[in-house]
């Protein structure tokens, strides 16, 4: 199975914060990679698909980018409702994994 | 709207069997594959199973195989997991979420619609 690796496991920062979360694959996934958000006591919701793909109704703050084995997850100008846990996850190859997750705490 | 609504956990011995449920509407179902994803917390996110759009093919995860059985009712617009000689490790939080794809295999697809979840609890 390929592991995925997030860091950091959590952060704290501020509204209007600009952050950067970290996935790191255990072998090159070219861009098959999504990010997922998930909101205390909710399911986990699609941000970004295939790397650097805005997923409809997602606003823009939000990116992603890169490809290989190393890819990153911005969001520019943190809001309120973006405090919550932010997972990657591979579609490379069957069992598709997840990372850990990153806990972006005010 | 789309909408997709599990049912069928609750608390079980080791050794017995649950059935959860996955109904859903607002989309055309037999277009798309399906998936189980369970949570565990402080292990995160797992798949468990997937099934493709007209039950062709289905996969699960090696920790379940030969006890887990996925399926679906496209008639019904509804998925399956049959749980049988259920253990401590398969407790969770079991979502249904939706393939963007009709296939479950294959490279580059992702989960764009997932349900609220149901919760399994295995123990004595």
């Known amino acids: 199975d390929i592991q995925m690796t997030q860091s950091p496991p959590s952060l704290s920062a501020s509204v209007g914060d600009r952050i950067t979360i970290t996935c790191r694959a255990g072998?090159?996934?070219?861009?098959?990679l999504n990010w997922y958000q998930q909101q205390p006591g909710k399911a986990p919701k699609l941000l970004i698909y295939s790397a650097s793909s805005l997923q409809s109704g997602v606003p823009s703050r939000f990116s992603g980018s890169g490809s290989g084995t190393d890819f990153t997850l911005t969001i520019s100008s943190l809001q309120p409702e973006d405090f919550a846990t932010y997972f990657c996850?591979?579609?490379?190859?069957?069992?598709?994994?997840f990372g850990q997750g990153t806990k972006v705490e005010i | 709207e789309v909408q997709m609504v599990e049912s069928g956990g609750g608390l079980v011995q080791p050794g017995r069997s649950l059935r959860l449920s996955c109904v859903t509407s607002?989309?055309?179902?037999?277009?798309?594959?399906m998936h189980w994803v369970r949570q565990v917390p402080k292990k995160g996110l797992e798949w468990v199973s997937g099934?493709?759009?007209?039950?062709?093919?289905?996969g699960y995860v090696d920790s379940v195989k030969g006890r887990f059985t996925i399926s679906r009712d496209n008639a019904k617009n509804s998925l399956y997991l049959q749980m049988n000689s259920l253990r401590t490790e398969d407790m969770g939080l079991y979502y249904c979420?939706?393939?963007?794809?009709?296939?479950?295999?294959?490279?580059?697809?992702?989960?764009?619609?997932w349900g609220q979840g149901t919760t399994v609890i295995v123990s004595s």
């Open positions: 607002g989309f055309r179902f037999d277009d798309y594959a």
């Open positions: 996850q591979q579609s490379y190859t069957s069992p598709w994994t």
């Open positions: 099934i493709s759009w007209n039950s062709g093919r289905v």
């Open positions: 072998q090159s996934i070219n861009n098959f």
């Open positions: 979420a939706r393939d963007s794809s009709p296939y479950y295999y294959g490279s580059g697809r992702y989960y764009d619609v």
